[in-house]
């Protein structure tokens, strides 16, 4: 039986259960509400990130719980706090990442007045989480961290908030610890997986497809082992190309914003669709298009964690409740007949991905954000990690850098821009040996810019580079299609994005060329501080081999 502990607070119990629970970083904003928390955390040996933005704070949390598959931690106050973190928490829900948000609550004699920067945490964040709570008995501190724990990690992944009134938090708890929280893994069944080499076995052109969550290095290196043995090819969705080699031979590319057309046509003429882990979900559908909807008119194999996922938007021939890693497994297990026919579809498909994306487009202005990535590709590091958030610059990175190694592409599906300034911190902090790049437009940038003060702070020497065209790029695209040539609430005034890096104490340099940026680099790694490298580009190159003239003219000719 347990002996009670009867000397803490319920402040230093709490964070006791996160040290419990293997948690090595928290990211906060610091708030009155809950200053026994922070006072515990500074006798404990995790690692707390002080930010200047609440969203940032739980975005930086978010990038650590979508690299590690634990729950990344925030604290964030009460009020203005938690809805600025609103942000991060949405990331996590669509993204299924494992999070959980603690956000300072008023005291509760006074709840239920709209006492100062009081919320309904419950209404305010029910529909974007998991499970939203507020810990009204410090005796149930352990019981409610651990719950938060598992909720966060098993199933589909995602956000729990917990709400904190101040008054509780200094009370003593007489609460026994915890254990540590353990994934809860699902694992396929014999008839399903005796089904779907059945599938399998009568398909001709068949397509896997790998997504969600929930992976590890060994489930991809298993599933590139299934491949390289019989053949089959292999597709991932939107923002997931870390889940398998992008020059493995049996890689067919990604299904994302703007996708390869000849994948997209391969995934139309499959007979068998195996979509692993993801929710095939409008992006990586092409607007729910790629399916119909709610009977695909192909075979289509669904496998997902969470149960209440399968026959939510398509139903599935064959529906396998399982952990991504738990079903790579028992697949990697199957008795396979390798095919000629698989294997000549995924040599074509990969040549077809290469010749995709090995070569940079021409575009307007002098400095080619293709060429950019490329030089990237070919120089960096293979373990380096890119953090992004959202923009048309994006299209960039998706199609010429190649990610190599598992999980070094942190970056939202749910296209949330600022996030790629949080996410890098977050990565320096977890792995402080290796290179963190952090690619921005310039809209996406100065939405989380200020938490460039933090890595100085911290002294965390990320490399961030800001795609400077002057305009909200991906809405004045849209715009020129829908209402071309009235131009509206799109253009933007920049600072001196170097001048700004030096202002915090970074290092800055601006290329105007594409020749130049390789030297800018260099001496931005050199440096040895976070470095802010300003790219001048040219607001007609919009996408990939398109212009934003182009697509005004096209629109004009078609009115």
Same mark, same amino acid.
């Given at each position: 039986?347990?002996?009670?502990?009867?000397?803490?607070?319920?402040?230093?119990?709490?964070?006791?259960?996160?040290?419990?629970?293997?948690?090595?970083?928290?990211?906060?904003?610091?708030?009155?509400?809950?200053?026994?928390?922070?006072?515990?955390?500074?006798?404990?040996?995790?690692?707390?990130?002080?930010?200047?933005?609440?969203?940032?704070?739980?975005?930086?949390?978010?990038?650590?719980?979508?690299?590690?598959?634990?729950?990344?931690?925030?604290?964030?106050?009460?009020?203005?706090?938690?809805?600025?973190?609103?942000?991060?928490?949405?990331?996590?829900?669509?993204?299924?990442?494992?999070?959980?948000?603690?956000?300072?609550?008023?005291?509760?004699?006074?709840? @239920?007045?709209?006492?100062?920067?009081?919320?309904?945490?419950?209404?305010?964040?029910?529909?974007?989480?998991?499970?939203?709570?507020?810990?009204?008995?410090?005796?149930?501190?352990?019981?409610?961290?651990?719950?938060?724990?598992?909720?966060?990690?098993?199933?589909?992944?995602?956000?729990?908030?917990?709400?904190?009134?101040?008054?509780?938090?200094?009370?003593? #708890?007489?609460?026994?610890?915890?254990?540590?929280?353990?994934?809860? @893994?699902?694992?396929?069944?014999?008839?399903?997986?005796?089904?779907?080499?059945?599938?399998?076995?009568?398909?001709?052109?068949?397509?896997?497809?790998?997504?969600?969550?929930?992976?590890?290095?060994?489930?991809? @290196?298993?599933?590139?082992?299934?491949?390289?043995?019989?053949?089959?090819?292999?597709?991932?969705?939107?923002?997931?190309?870390?889940?398998?080699?992008?020059?493995?031979?049996?890689?067919?590319?990604?299904?994302?914003?703007?996708?390869?057309?000849?994948?997209?046509?391969?995934?139309? #003429?499959?007979?068998?669709?195996?979509?692993?882990?993801?929710?095939?979900?409008?992006?990586?559908?092409?607007?729910?298009?790629?399916?119909?909807?709610?009977?695909?008119?192909?075979?289509?194999?669904?496998?997902?964690?969470?149960?209440?996922?399968?026959?939510?938007?398509?139903?599935?021939?064959?529906?396998?409740?399982?952990?991504?890693?738990?079903?790579?497994?028992?697949? #990697?297990?199957?008795?396979?007949?390798?095919?000629?026919?698989?294997?000549?579809?995924?040599?074509?498909?990969?040549?077809?991905?290469?010749?995709?994306?090995?070569?940079?487009?021409?575009?307007?202005?002098?400095?080619?954000?293709?060429?950019?990535?490329?030089?990237?590709?070919?120089?960096?590091?293979?373990?380096?990690?890119?953090?992004?958030?959202?923009?048309?610059?994006?299209?960039?990175?998706?199609?010429?850098?190649?990610?190599?190694?598992?999980?070094?592409?942190?970056?939202?599906?749910?296209?949330?821009?600022?996030?790629?300034?949080?996410?890098?911190?977050?990565?320096?902090?977890?792995?402080?040996?290796?290179?963190?790049?952090?690619?921005?437009?310039?809209?996406?940038?100065?939405? #989380?810019?200020? @938490?460039?003060?933090?890595?100085?702070?911290?002294?965390?020497?990320?490399?961030?580079?800001?795609?400077?065209?002057?305009?909200?790029?991906?809405?004045?695209?849209?715009?020129?299609?829908?209402?071309?040539?009235?131009?509206?609430?799109?253009?933007?005034?920049?600072?001196?994005?170097?001048?700004?890096?030096?202002?915090?104490?970074?290092?800055?340099?601006?290329?105007?060329?594409?020749?130049?940026?390789?030297?800018?680099?260099?001496?931005?790694?050199?440096?040895?501080?976070?470095?802010?490298?300003?790219?001048?580009?040219?607001?007609?190159?919009?996408?990939?081999?398109?212009?934003?003239?182009?697509?005004?003219?096209?629109?004009?000719?078609?009115?």
């Amino acid at each position: 039986m347990h002996k009670p502990l009867t000397s803490r607070t319920a402040a230093q119990a709490l964070v006791d259960q996160l040290v419990i629970n293997g948690v090595e970083h928290v990211f906060c904003v610091p708030g009155e509400s809950f200053l026994p928390v922070l006072d515990a955390l500074k006798a404990s040996p995790i690692t707390v990130t002080v930010c200047r933005h609440e969203g940032g704070a739980a975005m930086m949390a978010e990038a650590i719980g979508k690299a590690t598959g634990k729950p990344g931690i925030c604290f964030v106050t009460r009020g203005p706090g938690a809805t600025n973190a609103s942000a991060g928490i949405h990331v996590a829900r669509q993204d299924s990442t494992p999070l959980i948000m603690f956000v300072g609550q008023v005291e509760r004699s006074v709840r @239920e007045r709209e006492a100062f920067q009081e919320l309904d945490y419950r209404a305010v964040f029910g529909s974007m989480t998991k499970w939203t709570t507020e810990l009204d008995d410090a005796d149930r501190v352990t019981e409610m961290v651990s719950r938060a724990f598992f909720t966060a990690t098993s199933g589909r992944p995602g956000p729990v908030v917990i709400a904190l009134p101040k008054d509780v938090l200094s009370e003593r #708890s007489s609460a026994v610890n915890a254990p540590a929280f353990t994934q809860v @893994e699902t694992s396929p069944g014999a008839e399903e997986m005796t089904e779907l080499a059945a599938l399998l076995a009568a398909a001709e052109r068949p397509l896997l497809v790998l997504g969600g969550s929930r992976w590890n290095p060994a489930a991809r @290196e298993q599933i590139e082992e299934f491949a390289t043995r019989t053949g089959l090819p292999i597709a991932t969705s939107y923002r997931r190309g870390t889940m398998f080699d992008p020059l493995h031979p049996c890689y067919a590319g990604d299904l994302g914003l703007g996708p390869n057309p000849k994948l997209v046509a391969r995934f139309k #003429s499959a007979d068998l669709i195996v979509m692993i882990g993801g929710r095939l979900g409008e992006i990586p559908s092409q607007g729910y298009k790629l399916l119909d909807s709610p009977a695909p008119q192909v075979k289509f194999v669904h496998v997902h964690p969470g149960a209440e996922e399968l026959g939510r938007v398509y139903r599935p021939e064959l529906a396998i409740h399982a952990s991504p890693i738990r079903f790579i497994a028992a697949l #990697s297990k199957l008795d396979i007949a390798p095919s000629a026919e698989w294997r000549a579809a995924a040599e074509a498909a990969h040549a077809e991905y290469l010749a995709w994306t090995e070569t940079a487009t021409p575009q307007p202005g002098d400095v080619n954000l293709g060429e950019v990535m490329t030089w990237l590709r070919d120089n960096a590091p293979a373990d380096t990690i890119l953090c992004n958030g959202a923009g048309n610059y994006a299209s960039w990175i998706h199609r010429f850098y190649r990610f190599r190694n598992y999980m070094t592409h942190i970056a939202p599906t749910s296209a949330s821009m600022g996030y790629g300034m949080p996410a890098a911190i977050a990565m320096q902090r977890l792995h402080p040996e290796r290179l963190v790049l952090s690619v921005n437009g310039d809209g996406d940038f100065l939405m #989380s810019g200020q @938490e460039f003060a933090i890595a100085v702070q911290y002294k965390l020497p990320i490399v961030v580079a800001i795609a400077d065209n002057g305009m909200y790029g991906t809405i004045r695209m849209h715009q020129e299609r829908e209402f071309p040539g009235r131009v509206s609430a799109t253009e933007l005034h920049n600072p001196d994005f170097a001048a700004y890096a030096r202002a915090f104490g970074g290092f800055g340099a601006t290329v105007e060329k594409t020749a130049d940026f390789a030297e800018a680099f260099a001496a931005a790694r050199a440096s040895g501080m976070p470095s802010i490298i300003h790219l001048k580009i040219d607001p007609d190159a919009i996408l990939p081999g398109a212009t934003l003239s182009g697509i005004k003219k096209a629109a004009l000719e078609k009115a």
